[in-house]
């Protein structure tokens, strides 16, 4: 058995007995040992507690780690991403600068459909390759679990090529890696006057496909003005569900039009984006067992308002953190800096950031029982900080990467 103890670590962070989703005002309860130490055994988490508690006789072959000075976290669970694209998109950033709105860009045939054209006319060989490299990136960004959905695709080849690369990226990552189909991300220009018609493609000839093949965890659809309407995200959903696809739905970053309360009826795993919220959708969703992820670069880097953590904690929602990595609306899967802004623009607590992307991410991807926190029998997917003096450096110092090192199911990335 290879055993590995971390002896002297200055703080170890987010160490729980019980596993659970944290809502509102749990959020800010981030429960920590002060000089501590950490058994891994097998890439899993064997023990944990007090120096002073650290029995004498640990087997002697363990490999000794000293983390003075440092502080161990679990990996980031990054809940939400686009990240197999082909291109990036810096013409619209141009555009963007210019004046021109996210809604305009979309309706000159940019945006999605930017990301249409670039992807169908990529292999697959070399959207893997493109892919690995940003899985690689964040997994030293701390980022230790990711959900990553199609939706460039918009066809039934390019939608299938985009899960078979998740597929792949699945099958080589040591990260855990959930896939969600979004082929209701736009119409794509054949059937931009035709909706049943593609409505009828996602259901009767993709659904299948991707259910015999298991490409998929989720189904996801972008509820909002000019894309899918709430009775269309309803019918594809509710044929993604027969298949056993839980939904994981787009909604509210532009408008209120009601998809909180549908992807709540429809019991949704998580609603993602949420900038722009009525008192009585945080009401909902505040009353729902759903849970709310908030994506706080998109609104940085599309300029729109921040989503109202503030209001969505008090009221005793859900809330969980994610990337939203993809080239229109965050070319970033950095999720310290997701951290960062989370604390620092939406005013939540260090603490409620770092619940927020870890644990409750773990739950938006349905991988609580094994990531999240530090509790035995959990993978060791671990984030050793450089010497901070608390944990609250991590988003205080926002451009600098506190990172020392970075650990996937015991092993460390090099
Ligand atoms: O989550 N808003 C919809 N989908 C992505 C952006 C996709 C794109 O612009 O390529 C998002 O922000
Ligand atoms: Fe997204």
Redesign the pocket.
């Known amino acids: 058995m290879a055993t590995t103890v971390i002896t002297n670590i200055k703080q170890l962070v987010n160490t729980r007995k019980e596993n659970r989703m944290l809502r509102g005002k749990e959020l800010a309860d981030l429960p920590c040992i002060d000089n501590a130490y950490l058994i891994i055994e097998d890439g899993v988490i064997a023990e944990f507690g007090e120096m002073q508690e650290l029995k004498a006789n640990i087997n002697h072959r363990a490999t000794a780690i000293d983390g003075s000075g440092q502080f161990v976290l679990p990996a980031w669970c990054d809940s939400?991403t686009?990240l197999v694209?082909s291109g990036s998109?810096e013409e619209e950033f141009v555009d963007k600068i210019k004046g021109l709105s996210?809604a305009e860009i979309n309706a000159k045939g940019g945006?999605?459909l930017?990301?249409t054209k670039k992807l169908n006319a990529t292999s697959e060989d070399v959207l893997f390759n493109l892919a690995w490299k940003r899985l690689e990136e964040i997994s030293l960004l701390g980022t230790g679990a990711v959900e990553i959905k199609s939706?460039?695709g918009l066809t039934l080849d390019g939608e299938l090529k985009m899960l078979r690369v998740i597929k792949r990226l699945r099958g080589k990552s040591n990260l855990t890696i959930k896939s969600t189909f979004l082929a209701a991300?736009s119409y794509p220009v054949e059937y931009r006057e035709n909706h049943p018609g593609y409505i009828d493609l996602i259901i009767h000839k993709m659904l299948p496909t991707i259910a015999a093949e298991k490409l998929a965890d989720y189904i996801d659809v972008?509820c909002?003005k000019g894309?899918f309407n709430v009775e269309e995200m309803e019918t594809i959903c509710k044929a993604g569900m027969s298949y056993g696809l839980k939904p994981k739905l787009?909604v509210n970053?532009l408008n209120s039009i009601g998809g909180i309360q549908s992807g709540i009826r429809m019991n949704a795993l998580s609603l993602?984006?949420l900038e722009t919220m009525t008192e009585d959708d945080i009401t909902a969703l505040s009353q729902s067992e759903t849970i709310g992820t908030l994506?706080p670069t998109?609104a940085f880097f599309?300029r729109m308002p921040f989503q109202p953590a503030r209001q969505l904690i008090d009221a005793g929602c859900v809330v969980a953190l994610a990337s939203?990595y993809?080239?229109?609306?965050?070319p970033s899967g950095n999720m310290n800096f997701v951290v960062a802004l989370s604390c620092i623009q939406l005013k939540m607590l260090p603490e409620e950031a770092i619940n927020a992307a870890t644990l409750n991410g773990a739950y938006a991807l349905q991988l609580e029982k094994e990531l999240g926190s530090i509790s035995v029998g959990k993978k060791a997917n671990l984030i050793f900080t450089k010497k901070i003096p608390s944990a609250a450096s991590l988003p205080y110092n926002f451009g600098t990467n506190l990172i020392d090192k970075v650990m996937i199911g015991g092993e460390f990335l090099s």
């Open positions: 939400h686009h694209f998109r996210y945006g999605i930017n990301s939706g460039y991300h972008f909002e894309f787009h970053q993602d984006h994506l998109a599309l939203d993809n080239p229109g609306s965050s």
